[in-house]
T-cell receptor
Framework: KNQVEQSPQSLIILEGKNCTLQ??????????LRWYKQDTGRGPVSLTI?????NTKSNGRYTATLDADTKQSSLHITASQLSDSASYIC????????????FGGGTRLMVKP | NAGVTQTPKFQVLKTGQSMTLQCAQD?????MSWYRQDPGMGLRLIHY???????DQGEVPNGYNVSRSTTEDFPLRLLSAAPSQTSVYFC??????????????FGPGTRLTVL
């Protein structure tokens, strides 16, 4: 069964600090991996999309990495801001009919002043 | 360009009632989908559509119906609401289904409570 596991489940950091969120997956055959940001009460918003051949992709202060061999990804947030407080969701797309997406449970990040 | 819109934003139903959650997109996307999000769990796919007139079941389709008569609209129908359907429902659209360069756009969600 395709699965996406994220850690930690929740994280509290001080404003200005960096943090790294982890994602492990067992989706096969792999097509691409996405990171989404979901603010409280809102729908998820795409941050990055990486294919098998990409091992890093940045979007402003967000940098995602992908190790397709170990089936791991990380999302690094640099110089955190209060507005980074949200849930971050790792999503993996399988390269099959319908390109089904498997969602992780998310990491809830709180940035405190 | 409104993106993906959903109505209503909140809804309370009694067990056994039926209702329709509305979803519309103005980006001319072929692929639309419905998810439910429950506490501590990842989003789970209910139904999806790869184009007008074509729908298919996702991971958790029981108790829900969909139709896709136009490219823009993808309503989700609850036939006989049950407390287990209490959840937050998200509609999403994309140019294609989960392709390598395909960005999926989500609506703001409908928070449904079934008593």
């Amino acid at each position: 069964k395709n699965q996406v596991e994220q850690s930690p489940q929740s994280l509290i950091i001080l404003e200005g600090k960096n943090c790294t969120l982890q994602c492990n997956y067992t989706v096969s055959p792999f097509s691409n991996l996405r990171w989404y940001k979901q603010d409280t009460g809102r729908g998820p918003v795409s941050l990055t999309i990486m294919t098998f051949s990409e091992n890093t992709k940045s979007n402003g202060r967000y940098t995602a990495t992908l190790d397709a061999d170990t089936k791991q990804s990380s999302l690094h947030i640099t110089a955190s801001q209060l507005s980074d407080s949200a849930s971050y969701i790792c999503v993996v797309s399988a390269n099959n009919a319908g390109n089904m997406l498997t969602f992780g449970g998310g990491t809830r990040l709180m940035v405190k002043p | 360009n409104a993106g993906v819109t959903q109505t209503p934003k909140f809804q309370v139903l009694k067990t056994g009632q039926s209702m329709t959650l509305q979803c519309a997109q103005d980006m001319n996307h072929e692929y639309m989908s419905w998810y439910r999000q429950d506490p501590g769990m990842g989003l789970r796919l209910i139904h999806y559509s790869v184009g007008a007139g074509i729908t298919d079941q996702g991971e958790v389709p029981n108790g829900y119906n969909v139709s896709r008569s136009t490219t823009e609209d993808f309503p989700l129908r609850l036939l006989s609401a049950a407390p287990s359907q209490t959840s937050v429902y998200f509609c999403a659209s994309s140019y294609e289904a989960g392709g390598p360069t395909d960005t999926q756009y989500f609506g703001p969600g409908t928070r449904l409570t079934v008593l």
